[in-house]
């Protein structure tokens, strides 16, 4: 039913997929007769009866029949009231979220329950052994392999998180039920689990009621990294080694990362304006605090694990080392504090407890005849407290844990326990006392284990409390840098690198192995050691992206400050001269004093934060709109000029190093220059010197699928990226370069998603050369990777597909001629989608009417705005509203218009047999077509002929009957062309997906029909409002997708 199906011809078991339908089914059932009544559960019956219907006759070709049943359920929802028609939304949008659980869940098991021929690891490298490629190469091929897939915050994710979680504990219980060894008392226990969280899920708003921030994205992706990726990833690398060594002798390196994870979350600036220079700084320090958690979760238990005495001198050294450490810090510590009680004269401690010591702290303790002298709380050198307004409390911990008063106030004794202090007082002294060095240490300690002092004792748990011990003044620096406190650790106590993390790792693995226990070195320890080498010290690092005339708009602030000119009125050559010659100079570009506007002084403040940061927390500096060398010379200028104005500051370099700049082609012009604007920059002797020197000799590459295939549709997009992909790779080559492409995949076809297997191997020859990065965005993040296991299943399809790319490219086209006629095809199909959409004036109003587009602002699902500029076109449109708009009323017109009129005109022409051969022997033009056919597979013309028919005014309903016309045109030709009778006949799991949610999703079309058609009467009826956002989250559940 989906977009995000792994592999197109993918089949699951439909008997246990219907039985789990059919119990959640029958439970909502019981929750809705117990939450809203009989009644209400008897005409929702009636009207998925009554849908189901009208499918089976439209399935046996009854059409008239069917459209009757149509016209009476389209009636009868008509009629209803508007709070029916919200719970009716309701309930529906529930069965079809609860089918998308049902689904997942059996993808899953079929997945961890089957041997997938030629998909698995093992069959893959067996594969490529058997095809000649020697085991050495195959070896060096899996450990320099190097995928990056970049999560995206791209408002396409439509439930709440909080419903997300209440899913994922749904699809866990049905695992469970699926255990053979179940009782019948457990599987009563398990039926009321799944109750109560059913009625949890009825009980919730399913709304968003604010939009998120950046911040909030950002958290939504770092916690698909705990809840999901931290499990799957060690299961991969295992699996993958495992299978590396049965077919090449060898296992993969512990720190061998083939797979990487990136983010754009809280980077992404291009067009949202709330992600601001802070943002993308707080975001980082997050991402970096999560990951020493994560880490500090799998110490512990690894100290617990490793008990054992035996261990070689280095281990032993260290520990000895660590022990010696520890002593001299005591004894600091105590010679402090006698030269403390010395200067204090403080009385020595009792030798016996006084009288009532035994009762509670509650107690009365205010008897002026005690034995003992009144103690001091630990941490009483602190500065004392400044008093204000009568007693309340004002304290600051400074970057060392110590209190400083903020007032001048003179110093007072901490008041004694049997003292009375109001609970103000009480709770700040307990704060005070919690976030000081001795009072933390002394809450540790109470969790911790003895250490022991011998060093001959467990000397693993002894490097590994070191360990623990910088990792939480790594978490506990991060804190203070999150809260702009001042922090003055010494770079010796906290992991600043994943490389001084993994440093006493390995030595305990390398340990471990030399007293033959590689048993338990290969289990925990070594998780945790690809965990490192994986997720490094931020799980994610985060690129930014900026829009290319926010360069030159801030260049043009700079130049004008100069007395240079104007920089954005100046042609190409001056720009890369100028550009060039500053980049060779060793002095700042920008001056302290300059004095400009809010918006440039954003940009300016996110190249700073970028040189503070650097490319130990930072990815990419992607330039979206990218269409000249000067766009990419001039964000490295900006860059090299923050980096020298941050270590002036700092008195020494800039941390990590410069980040690499990835500039981005996306309309169909940019992508037809991308391989003259690379070969450009390539000629310019700095910038080559420079990606050498800095970058590997590598060079990356961003192509956009979503605004290409806004601005001339898919097929063209599709054919236009190919190319210049080509091109760009040829132009890397002239120069010795290597070259990386990012791939900026949307989750829907017509944004460029589809099967992960298949969009690699449909890619140019020479490519995919071990190197690839892809976004991933939005629901898809979710869907692929929010359970382990369907995350493992995701990093195979990842790497088995590149692997082949690499080592056994895809095919080119066999003959010139195939080339010609796809030029001719896109040509014919760019023209036809560009009429329509750019140049029929009609078209505006007709979409504005035919989609709910303008009321999905009301979503909440993003934090950037839905278009980039105010204007109202399409242009500006961003590709998800676009897409998204049109998916909601199941005609999905930008992935397929214009395809039947390329495909029509070249057949017409007497190409047929040619475009067959073309199907069955190239990859990228099977690939294209196959997803085309999906797409068609899930458009629904009767239903969006309703939308034209109640919505749309009658002088453009005939332009809604052209495109339903040239729909069934291109549903003739990829028929004719594939030689399928039905589409989508190479997937009858595709097929029976589709068929088994039309009962509920028919009616949630209809229904949002009606609902669109009351509000544009209304629009200040909130509740209408509601009860359409709920219709688009239940179709969207159905499609599976949203943009």
């Known amino acids: 039913m989906t977009d995000i199906i792994d592999e197109i011809a993918e089949e699951i078991s439909f008997q246990g997929f219907e039985d789990d339908c059919r119990l959640l089914g029958n439970l909502l059932n019981d929750v809705l007769h117990r939450e809203v ?7 929702l019956e009636k009207t998925k009866v009554l849908a189901q219907c009208a499918c089976n006759m439209r399935t046996a070709g009854i059409e008239d029949t069917a459209e009757l049943l149509e016209k009476q359920l389209a009636a009868e929802l008509s009629e209803m009231t508007l709070e029916e028609a919200l719970a009716l939304a309701r309930a529906f949008s529930h069965y079809l979220n609860l089918t998308g659980i049902a689904e997942t869940h059996h993808r899953v098991t079929k997945a961890r329950g089957t041997v997938q021929l030629a998909k698995a690891l093992d069959d893959t490298l067996n594969q490529l052994v058997q095809a000649g490629v020697s085991p050495d190469k195959l070896y060096e091929a899996v450990c320099k392999q190097e995928v990056e897939i970049v999560l995206t915050a791209h408002p396409t994710q439509i439930n709440r998180r909080t419903l997300q979680y209440k899913h994922i504990r749904i699809a866990h219980l049905l695992e469970y039920n699926d255990r053979p060894d179940l009782g019948q008392e ?7 689990d799944l109750v109560r969280e059913l009625s949890s899920i009825w009980q919730t708003d399913e709304l968003r009621r604010h939009k998120p921030t950046p911040v909030d994205e950002a958290r939504a992706g770092l916690n698909i990294v ?3 990726l931290w499990q799957a990833v060690p299961h991969f690398l295992r699996r993958l080694s495992n299978a590396l060594k049965k077919h090449t002798g060898k296992a993969l390196p512990l720190t061998c990362t083939p797979i990487k994870f990136g983010s754009w979350m809280g980077g992404d600036r291009d067009g949202n304006p709330n992600v601001t220079a802070k943002v993308t700084r707080d975001v980082s320090l997050l991402s970096r605090w999560m990951s020493i958690d994560l880490f500090l979760r799998e110490v512990d238990n690894l100290r617990f694990e490793l008990s054992m005495n035996q261990c070689n001198e280095k281990l032993s050294a260290l520990a000895h080392q660590i022990l010696k450490n520890e002593k001299s810090a005591e004894d600091r510590h105590e010679n402090w504090n006698q030269f403390k009680n010395h200067n ?6 009792p030798t016996q407890l006084p009288d009532r010591a035994g009762l509670p702290s509650c107690a009365d303790h205010n008897d002026v005849d005690s034995h003992y002298h009144p103690l001091d709380l ?11 307004d009568g007693g309340g409390l004002s304290v600051k911990i400074d970057g060392n844990n110590n209190a400083n008063n903020s007032g001048n106030a003179q110093p007072q004794p901490v008041t004694p326990r049997g003292s009375s202090l109001n609970s103000a007082q009480l709770l700040a002294q307990r704060r005070l006392f919690a976030e000081s060095q001795t009072g933390r240490t002394s809450f540790h300690k109470l969790l911790e284990p003895s250490s022991s002092h011998i060093p001959g004792l467990a000397p693993y748990r002894i490097v590994l409390g070191d360990v623990k011990a910088k990792l939480l003044k790594t978490r506990r620096r991060l804190e203070l840098l999150l809260e702009d406190l001042p922090c003055d650790y010494n770079s010796g106590d906290y992991y600043e690198t994943k490389e001084q993390f993994l440093e006493p790792l390995l030595l305990c693995y390398d340990s471990l192995h030399s007293f033959g226990s590689g048993i338990l070195a290969d289990g925990r320890l070594a998780d945790l050691i690809r965990r490192v080498s994986t997720f490094g010290m931020g799980l994610m690092k985060l690129d930014l992206r900026q829009e290319s005339g926010k360069h030159s708009e801030t260049l043009d602030a700079i130049t004008k400050y100069l007395d240079m000119g104007t920089y954005s009125e100046w042609d190409e050559n001056k720009k890369v001269e100028f550009l060039t010659k500053e980049l060779k100079g060793k002095r700042p570009l920008v001056p302290t004093s300059i004095e400009v506007t809010p918006e440039i002084r954003e940009v300016l403040d996110t190249f700073r934060v970028a040189a503070e940061l650097g490319s130990d927390s930072l990815g990419a500096y992607v330039i979206s709109m990218a269409s000249n060398a000067s766009d990419v010379l001039a964000v490295e200028l900006l860059q090299k000029d923050a980096r020298l104005a941050v270590a002036g500051e700092l008195g020494r370099p800039c941390p990590g190093g410069t980040l690499r700049v990835a500039p981005l082609f996306e309309t169909v012009q940019d992508l037809r220059n991308a391989g003259s604007v690379i070969r450009k920059l390539l000629s310019i002797d700095w910038y080559r010197e420079h990606i050498i020197k800095n970058h590997g000799g590598h060079q990356e590459v961003m192509v956009g699928y979503s605004d290409s295939g806004k601005d001339a549709g898919r097929f063209s997009a599709a054919w236009e990226l190919y190319k210049a992909q080509e091109d760009v790779v040829a132009a890397c080559n002239e120069f010795g370069i290597k070259v990386t ?3 900026g995949r949307g989750g829907s076809i ?16 020479g490519s995919v050369m071990g190197t690839l990065r892809s976004t991933e965005q939005g629901e898809m993040v979710q869907a692929k990777f929010g359970l382990p296991q369907m995350a493992v299943r995701q990093l195979e399809i990842y790497t088995r597909a590149v692997l082949l790319a690499t080592l056994r490219p895809p095919l080119p086209p066999k003959e010139l001629k195939w080339r010609s006629l796809m030029d001719e095809i896109s040509q014919i199909s760019c023209t036809s989608y560009r009429n329509t959409v750019y140049e029929n004036p009609e078209f505006l109003a007709y979409f ?9 602002g009301s979503l909440n699902i993003g934090s950037r705005p839905t278009r980039r500029k105010s204007s109202p076109g399409i242009k500006d449109l961003r590709a998800i509203p676009w897409i998204f708009a049109w998916t909601q009323t199941r005609f999905v017109l930008p992935a397929w218009l214009g395809v039947g009129a390329g495909l029509k005109g070249v057949c017409e022409k007497g190409h047929t047999e040619d475009i067959r051969a073309m199907y069955q022997e190239w990859p990228f033009f099977q690939s294209t077509i196959d997803l085309i056919e999906m797409v068609l597979g899930k458009t629904d013309i009767p239903i969006a002929k309703h939308y034209d028919e109640v919505l749309v005014s009658s002088s453009r309903q005939p332009l809604g009957k052209d495109l339903r016309g040239e729909l069934s045109t291109a549903e003739e030709y990829v028929l004719l062309i594939t030689g399928h009778e039905k589409l989508s006949e190479n997937n009858r799991s595709l097929r029976k997906l589709i068929e088994s949610r039309l009962p509920y999703l028919n009616p949630m079309n209809m229904l949002q029909v009606e609902i669109l058609k009351r509000l544009r009467r209304d629009n200040e009826n909130k509740k209408l409002r509601d009860a359409l956002l709920i219709t688009i989250n239940g179709i969207a559940a159905g499609m599976r997708n949203t943009g």
């Open 750 to 765: 017509g944004r460029g998603g589809g099967p992960t297997y298949l969009a690699i191997q449909s890619q140019p020859p």
């Open 186 to 192: 457990d599987r009563e226990v398990l039926i009321e």
């Open 344 to 349: 204090n004269s403080a009385s020595p401690l």
């Open 741 to 743: 492409l990012f791939h």
């Open 37 to 43: 009544g009989s009644g209400f559960v008897e005409k």
């Open 226 to 228: 705990e809840q999901s």
């Open 378 to 388: 630990p941490g009483s050198d602190f500065k004392p407290f400044n008093r204000k």
């Open 848 to 856: 504005h009417e035919a989609t709910p587009q303008a009321e999905l």
